[in-house]
Protein backbone atom coordinates (compact mmCIF):
# COMPACT_ATOMS: atom_id res chain seq x y z
CA UNK A 1 0.00 0.00 0.00
CA UNK A 2 1.66 3.17 -1.22
CA UNK A 3 2.49 5.73 2.45
CA UNK A 4 2.01 8.67 0.84
CA UNK A 5 -1.54 8.06 -0.83
CA UNK A 6 -2.59 6.60 2.77
CA UNK A 7 -1.73 9.78 4.19
CA UNK A 8 -3.62 11.77 1.61
CA UNK A 9 -6.70 9.27 1.93
CA UNK A 10 -6.86 9.57 5.85
CA UNK A 11 -6.41 13.44 6.38
CA UNK A 12 -9.06 14.04 3.98
CA UNK A 13 -11.38 12.32 6.79
CA UNK A 14 -9.36 11.85 10.13
CA UNK A 15 -7.42 14.28 12.26
CA UNK A 16 -5.57 14.00 16.04
CA UNK A 17 -9.41 15.09 17.06
CA UNK A 18 -11.06 12.44 15.10
CA UNK A 19 -13.82 12.56 12.18
CA UNK A 20 -12.84 15.73 10.00
CA UNK A 21 -15.91 18.35 9.80
CA UNK A 22 -18.01 16.61 6.92
CA UNK A 23 -19.10 20.49 5.40
CA UNK A 24 -15.80 21.11 5.20
CA UNK A 25 -13.74 18.21 4.01
CA UNK A 26 -12.04 18.17 0.94
CA UNK A 27 -8.93 16.69 -0.99
CA UNK A 28 -7.21 18.86 -3.44
CA UNK A 29 -6.92 17.68 -7.26
CA UNK A 30 -3.17 16.80 -6.98
CA UNK A 31 -3.12 14.89 -4.31
CA UNK A 32 -6.60 13.00 -4.53
CA UNK A 33 -5.43 11.62 -8.50
CA UNK A 34 -2.09 10.69 -7.25
CA UNK A 35 -4.19 8.70 -4.19
CA UNK A 36 -6.30 7.65 -7.34
CA UNK A 37 -3.56 6.55 -9.17
CA UNK A 38 -2.76 4.11 -6.42
CA UNK A 39 -5.75 2.91 -6.19
CA UNK A 40 -7.05 4.51 -2.48
CA UNK A 41 -9.11 6.81 -3.62
CA UNK A 42 -12.26 6.99 -6.44
CA UNK A 43 -14.64 8.74 -8.40
CA UNK A 44 -18.37 8.65 -6.52
CA UNK A 45 -20.12 5.91 -7.87
CA UNK A 46 -23.51 5.57 -9.42
CA UNK A 47 -25.19 1.76 -9.69
CA UNK A 48 -28.35 0.00 -10.05
CA UNK A 49 -29.20 -2.63 -8.09
CA UNK A 50 -29.00 -5.17 -10.84
CA UNK A 51 -25.49 -3.50 -11.33
CA UNK A 52 -24.76 -4.23 -7.97
CA UNK A 53 -25.85 -7.54 -7.76
CA UNK A 54 -24.55 -8.70 -11.00
CA UNK A 55 -20.81 -7.24 -9.85
CA UNK A 56 -21.32 -8.85 -6.27
CA UNK A 57 -22.10 -12.45 -7.94
CA UNK A 58 -19.17 -12.29 -10.25
CA UNK A 59 -17.23 -11.70 -7.10
CA UNK A 60 -17.90 -14.60 -4.82
CA UNK A 61 -17.90 -17.27 -7.44
CA UNK A 62 -14.26 -15.94 -8.93
CA UNK A 63 -12.52 -14.94 -6.14
CA UNK A 64 -10.87 -18.26 -4.29
CA UNK A 65 -12.52 -18.66 -0.87
CA UNK A 66 -8.95 -19.44 -0.11
CA UNK A 67 -7.59 -15.87 -0.74
CA UNK A 68 -10.64 -14.85 1.54
CA UNK A 69 -9.66 -16.84 4.44
CA UNK A 70 -5.18 -16.32 3.87
CA UNK A 71 -6.40 -12.51 3.93
CA UNK A 72 -8.37 -12.65 7.02
CA UNK A 73 -5.47 -14.83 8.71
CA UNK A 74 -2.31 -12.97 7.66
CA UNK A 75 -3.99 -9.82 8.70
CA UNK A 76 -3.92 -11.22 12.64
CA UNK A 77 -0.24 -10.65 12.29
CA UNK A 78 1.04 -7.95 9.59
CA UNK A 79 -1.78 -5.64 10.21
CA UNK A 80 -3.58 -5.10 7.10
CA UNK A 81 -6.89 -4.46 8.43
CA UNK A 82 -8.26 -4.34 5.21
CA UNK A 83 -7.33 -7.56 4.61
CA UNK A 84 -9.33 -8.82 7.86
CA UNK A 85 -12.68 -6.93 6.12
CA UNK A 86 -12.87 -9.50 3.17
CA UNK A 87 -14.19 -12.31 5.46
CA UNK A 88 -17.63 -10.69 6.56
CA UNK A 89 -17.91 -8.87 2.76
CA UNK A 90 -17.56 -12.09 1.03
CA UNK A 91 -20.61 -13.91 3.55
CA UNK A 92 -22.52 -11.03 3.38
CA UNK A 93 -22.60 -10.22 -0.14
CA UNK A 94 -23.67 -14.17 -0.27
CA UNK A 95 -26.43 -13.24 2.07
CA UNK A 96 -27.73 -10.51 -0.32
CA UNK A 97 -27.83 -13.08 -3.49
CA UNK A 98 -29.60 -15.70 -1.56
CA UNK A 99 -32.10 -14.35 1.01
CA UNK A 100 -35.46 -12.44 -0.49
CA UNK A 101 -36.65 -10.52 2.04
CA UNK A 102 -33.80 -7.85 2.53
CA UNK A 103 -34.47 -4.31 2.15
CA UNK A 104 -32.75 -2.06 -0.65
CA UNK A 105 -31.06 0.07 1.97
CA UNK A 106 -29.00 -2.93 2.77
CA UNK A 107 -27.83 -3.25 -0.92
CA UNK A 108 -26.93 0.77 -0.54
CA UNK A 109 -26.95 1.01 -4.28
CA UNK A 110 -28.11 4.71 -6.01
CA UNK A 111 -26.20 7.80 -7.14
CA UNK A 112 -23.12 9.77 -6.24
CA UNK A 113 -21.83 7.40 -3.38
CA UNK A 114 -18.69 8.44 -1.11
CA UNK A 115 -16.39 5.23 -1.98
CA UNK A 116 -13.37 7.06 -0.38
CA UNK A 117 -15.06 7.08 3.21
CA UNK A 118 -15.97 3.50 2.81
CA UNK A 119 -12.40 2.53 2.16
CA UNK A 120 -10.83 4.93 5.16
CA UNK A 121 -13.11 3.01 7.40
CA UNK A 122 -11.89 -0.31 5.50
CA UNK A 123 -8.48 0.43 6.26
CA UNK A 124 -8.33 2.23 9.81
CA UNK A 125 -10.70 -0.28 11.45
CA UNK A 126 -11.05 -3.01 9.02
CA UNK A 127 -14.34 -1.91 7.99
CA UNK A 128 -17.86 -0.37 9.70
CA UNK A 129 -20.19 -1.18 7.16
CA UNK A 130 -20.15 -5.12 6.49
CA UNK A 131 -23.84 -4.80 6.09
CA UNK A 132 -24.01 -2.57 3.05
CA UNK A 133 -23.64 -4.50 -0.45
CA UNK A 134 -21.61 -1.10 -2.04
CA UNK A 135 -19.43 -1.77 1.12
CA UNK A 136 -18.56 -5.53 0.41
CA UNK A 137 -18.50 -4.45 -3.57
CA UNK A 138 -15.57 -1.92 -2.98
CA UNK A 139 -13.91 -4.54 -0.07
CA UNK A 140 -13.81 -7.42 -2.35
CA UNK A 141 -12.76 -5.26 -6.00
CA UNK A 142 -9.90 -4.27 -3.96
CA UNK A 143 -9.18 -7.59 -2.07
CA UNK A 144 -9.28 -9.22 -5.64
CA UNK A 145 -6.41 -7.63 -7.07
CA UNK A 146 -4.26 -7.82 -3.80
CA UNK A 147 -1.11 -10.36 -3.82
CA UNK A 148 -1.97 -12.32 -0.38
CA UNK A 149 0.58 -14.48 1.68
CA UNK A 150 0.27 -18.24 2.85
CA UNK A 151 -0.44 -17.52 6.80
CA UNK A 152 2.15 -18.68 8.97
CA UNK A 153 2.81 -20.63 11.92
CA UNK A 154 2.44 -17.67 13.86
CA UNK A 155 -0.55 -16.44 12.14
CA UNK A 156 -2.63 -19.52 12.02
CA UNK A 157 -1.98 -19.95 16.29
CA UNK A 158 -2.79 -16.07 16.71
CA UNK A 159 -6.44 -16.98 15.26
CA UNK A 160 -6.23 -20.39 18.31
CA UNK A 161 -5.96 -18.11 20.82
CA UNK A 162 -8.66 -15.74 19.63
CA UNK A 163 -10.80 -18.77 19.37
CA UNK A 164 -9.69 -20.31 22.81
CA UNK A 165 -10.19 -17.10 24.25
CA UNK A 166 -14.09 -17.36 22.99
CA UNK A 167 -14.58 -20.50 24.12
CA UNK A 168 -13.12 -19.69 27.74
CA UNK A 169 -16.49 -17.49 27.91
CA UNK A 170 -18.34 -17.35 30.63
CA UNK A 171 -22.57 -17.71 31.01
CA UNK A 172 -23.72 -14.64 30.20
CA UNK A 173 -20.76 -12.73 29.06
CA UNK A 174 -21.87 -9.73 26.85
CA UNK A 175 -19.71 -8.74 23.65
CA UNK A 176 -17.78 -5.39 25.64
CA UNK A 177 -16.25 -8.16 28.29
CA UNK A 178 -15.18 -10.06 25.28
CA UNK A 179 -13.71 -7.84 24.06
CA UNK A 180 -11.88 -7.07 26.90
CA UNK A 181 -10.30 -10.46 26.95
CA UNK A 182 -9.34 -10.44 23.52
CA UNK A 183 -6.73 -7.71 24.78
CA UNK A 184 -4.97 -10.62 26.30
CA UNK A 185 -4.26 -12.41 22.76
CA UNK A 186 -4.78 -9.74 20.18
CA UNK A 187 -2.42 -6.18 20.12
CA UNK A 188 -4.75 -3.69 19.00
CA UNK A 189 -7.10 -0.68 19.96
CA UNK A 190 -10.68 -0.93 21.15
CA UNK A 191 -12.15 -0.08 18.08
CA UNK A 192 -10.32 -2.39 15.91
CA UNK A 193 -11.16 -5.27 18.33
CA UNK A 194 -14.88 -4.35 18.21
CA UNK A 195 -15.03 -4.72 14.11
CA UNK A 196 -12.64 -7.70 14.31
CA UNK A 197 -15.83 -9.61 16.65
CA UNK A 198 -18.06 -8.05 13.79
CA UNK A 199 -16.28 -9.77 11.20
CA UNK A 200 -16.80 -13.15 13.29
CA UNK A 201 -19.70 -12.41 13.75
CA UNK A 202 -20.95 -11.14 10.34
CA UNK A 203 -19.39 -14.93 9.37
CA UNK A 204 -21.46 -16.75 11.98
CA UNK A 205 -18.47 -17.52 13.68
CA UNK A 206 -19.51 -15.54 16.76
CA UNK A 207 -23.07 -16.87 16.03
CA UNK A 208 -25.82 -16.16 18.65
CA UNK A 209 -28.18 -19.02 19.92
CA UNK A 210 -30.77 -16.61 20.76
CA UNK A 211 -31.96 -13.07 19.94
CA UNK A 212 -35.07 -12.65 23.00
CA UNK A 213 -31.96 -11.08 24.78
CA UNK A 214 -31.68 -7.60 27.19
CA UNK A 215 -29.56 -5.32 25.16
CA UNK A 216 -27.98 -2.06 26.48
CA UNK A 217 -29.38 1.21 25.54
CA UNK A 218 -26.56 2.92 23.81
CA UNK A 219 -24.27 0.78 21.79
CA UNK A 220 -22.42 0.24 18.71
CA UNK A 221 -22.90 -3.64 18.02
CA UNK A 222 -24.26 -4.59 14.85
CA UNK A 223 -23.57 -8.44 13.93
CA UNK A 224 -22.11 -8.99 17.72
CA UNK A 225 -25.29 -7.97 20.00
CA UNK A 226 -27.53 -10.97 20.68
CA UNK A 227 -23.95 -12.64 21.16
CA UNK A 228 -23.74 -13.86 24.91
CA UNK A 229 -20.30 -16.21 26.53
CA UNK A 230 -23.01 -19.61 26.22
CA UNK A 231 -22.71 -19.43 22.61
CA UNK A 232 -18.83 -19.60 22.28
CA UNK A 233 -18.31 -19.91 18.67
CA UNK A 234 -19.48 -21.78 15.76
CA UNK A 235 -17.60 -24.73 15.26
CA UNK A 236 -18.56 -26.03 12.11
CA UNK A 237 -18.14 -22.88 10.47
CA UNK A 238 -14.52 -22.91 11.56
CA UNK A 239 -14.32 -25.95 9.70
CA UNK A 240 -15.62 -24.94 7.23
CA UNK A 241 -13.68 -21.86 6.05
CA UNK A 242 -10.13 -22.75 8.51
CA UNK A 243 -10.17 -26.50 8.60
CA UNK A 244 -7.43 -26.44 5.92
CA UNK A 245 -5.05 -24.88 8.62
CA UNK A 246 -5.47 -27.06 11.41
CA UNK A 247 -7.96 -24.72 13.25
CA UNK A 248 -11.11 -26.18 14.67
Given amino acids: ?48 KTELVDQLHRLVTEIPRTKITDAFLCSLTNKRLDWRS ?16 ISDDSFGHGEN ?25 LDLQILEKEIVTRPTKETIQSFKSILETIENSEIGEPPGKLRDRLKEVVKASKSELSTL ?35 KYDKQTIRNYFGQYGIE
Fill in 1 to 48: MDKKAKDILFRTYWTAKGWTDRDTRSTDRVSYEYAKEKGLMFDRLTIS
Fill in 86 to 101: GLASYVNAQRLLLEND
Fill in 113 to 137: IDLNVLNFERIKWGGVRHYNGVYNL
Fill in 197 to 231: MEILACAHILKPLRFDRKVPGKHDWTFVLHWRGED
